[in-house]
């Protein structure tokens, strides 16, 4: 019996060992998988840096300076990264011998070629104003430059140089596949140098830095510098996923955030420049504004997203697809438009006349309509609205509790007041209550209250009436829809118990 139990008690262990065994390769298989999915570092950057090398170029632009361009005490490096002449004029100065005569001056950047026929990307803004432009290849030949196009609401540009070679290309990676922690490689000329190449990760994706209206810049630490704009951000492929542009730096040297046009954004604006000379963008014809979280309990939306619509274009595609003022439009040609500033880029970035769907959120319901869209002119597509006001208080009228608001009818007499012409239509606001919810949304006299939870208002009464509904209706929120210095904007305003 006792070997009978000392059996019985083997065979246990043994199975126990080889469950264990088991658990012990799943989990070793798996950290391999994870392993390869997330690659780790090099132990050295030294072939992918040698192959890539020669593809980059540097930029150089000469032009003409005007003695009065620059005035007295000016310091700044200029954004062509002309550093001959920031040194030249900083001695100048300092030596009280500021130049009489026009002259010419030098601005360098980085470049790298997409075409192994010569076609070369950099920025907008360092080939800008130029009279001349060359690019010097690594192996030191100076080839002259034509300006095939350029994009300054991108800061990106096409150059074309005529050789009899074949130059070495790169090719385009795709961005939105690049991971934050990826590491990356930037090649470029930094001050002037030439061919200098600097290793990091991307930081985060993106970013946006005020300087244009698609701005959606990769951060990366890896080191760059002035004269490294327009130079390519590699990944370990050696795939260009980003146009180096940027960089944030209170000395004006690297501090580790730098920031790249990602290839998604950048391969379609070069071919557009290389197709057509010029960049030519879908227009949807709206004035949108930020869905904040009052805002989408105002319009009883389960979530802050999306672009609300302040007003419509008189013409443009969104009025002929029945886009209505008060819409918040959730997706446009089958993405997700997750914030307000997302959506200017998704319409640019689209071919013009093409019909796309765009869902709407309306009245609490979604709703899917079908757009043209035109092309962009100038400054117009899905913009952000503005709103500023500023008025004097006024006699008081009818007092709206739960707003903090008086109230009067726009006739004759409110109009010439406020000076309001006869195309604003509502109720105009001639008082606010200090503190109240009305007060902190900046609201003023003078400013004309045209919707009330998308229904239009032509009476004090009318809009008292409209927030009881809401009230009764156990909602703490009313949207209202206000006419001001000129424009629409969608106000949400919590109702004063």
């Known amino acids: 019996m006792a070997v009978a139990k000392a059996v019985t008690y083997d065979h246990g262990a043994l199975r126990w060992q080889k469950w264990l065994l088991g658990v012990t390769v799943a989990i070793g298989m798996l950290s391999i998988a994870a392993a390869a999915k997330a690659r780790s570092a090099p132990d050295s950057f030294a072939d992918l840096a040698e192959e890539l090398l020669p593809s980059v170029v540097n930029i150089i632009t000469t032009q003409t300076i005007e003695a009065n361009e620059q005035t007295e005490g000016e310091q700044q490096i200029p954004q062509g990264e002309n550093f001959e002449e920031f040194f030249r004029d900083f001695f100048e100065r300092r030596g009280g011998r500021g130049p009489q005569q026009p002259r010419r001056g030098g601005a360098q950047g980085s470049g790298f070629i997409i075409d192994s026929d010569g076609l070369i990307v950099t920025n907008h803004h360092v080939i800008d104003g130029a009279d001349e432009v060359a690019v010097r290849l690594q192996d030191g030949t100076v080839l002259d430059a034509e300006i095939i196009g350029t994009d300054q609401k991108t800061d990106l540009a096409l150059l074309k140089v005529d050789t009899k070679i074949d130059l070495p290309e790169t090719k385009w990676g795709d961005s939105n596949k690049a991971r934050i922690g990826d590491w990356v490689l930037a090649i470029g000329n930094p001050f002037g140098l030439g061919g200098s190449v600097s290793a990091g990760i991307i930081s985060a994706h993106s970013r946006d830095i005020r300087s244009g209206p698609y701005d959606n810049f990769i951060q990366t630490d890896a080191a760059i510098n002035r004269g490294n704009s327009g130079g390519p951000l590699f990944n370990m492929d050696g795939e260009v996923i980003g146009v180096n542009s940027a960089i944030y730096s209170p000395s004006g040297g690297s501090v580790g955030i730098g920031f790249s046009i990602p290839s998604a954004m950048a391969k379609n604006i070069i071919e557009q420049l290389e197709s057509h000379g010029e ?14 979280e009052e805002l989408a309990e105002g319009l009883r939306l389960d979530e802050a997203s999306g672009a609300l619509v302040a007003s419509v274009a008189e013409g443009g595609p969104a009025e002929k697809a029945g886009i209505k003022q008060g819409d918040v439009i959730l997706e446009f040609n089958g993405r997700k438009v997750p914030e307000m500033r997302k959506l200017p880029l998704m319409v640019a970035e689209t071919p ?46 009818s007092k709206v509790d739960d707003l903090g608001l008086y109230l009067g009818k726009l006739d004759d007499e409110t109009r010439q007041r406020f000076k309001l012409n006869d195309s604003v ?33 032509s009476d004090p009464g009318q809009v008292a009436s409209l927030v009881g509904k809401a009230k009764d209706a156990g909602f703490r929120v009313v949207t209202l829809l206000v006419f001001k210095q000129g424009e629409y904007s969608w106000v949400a305003i919590k109702l004063d118990s």
Not at 279 to 292: S, Y
Not at 447 to 456: A, G, L, S, T, Y
């Open 279 to 292: 960049v030519r963008r879908g227009w949807l014809g709206v004035h949108i504004q930020t869905v904040t």
């Open 425 to 457: 239509n509502g109720v105009v606001i001639t008082d606010v209550v200090p503190n109240s919810s009305a007060a902190e949304k900046s609201l003023r006299p003078g400013d004309v209250i045209v919707e009330v939870d998308q229904e239009e208002v």
């Open 352 to 397: 013009i006349g093409r019909e796309v769907d765009v869902v709407v959120w309306r009245k609490g319901k979604r709703k899917t309509v079908q757009v043209d869209l035109g092309q962009l002119d100038d400054d117009v597509v899905a913009a952000v609205a503005p709103s500023k006001s500023e008025k004097k208080n006024e006699r008081k009228t």
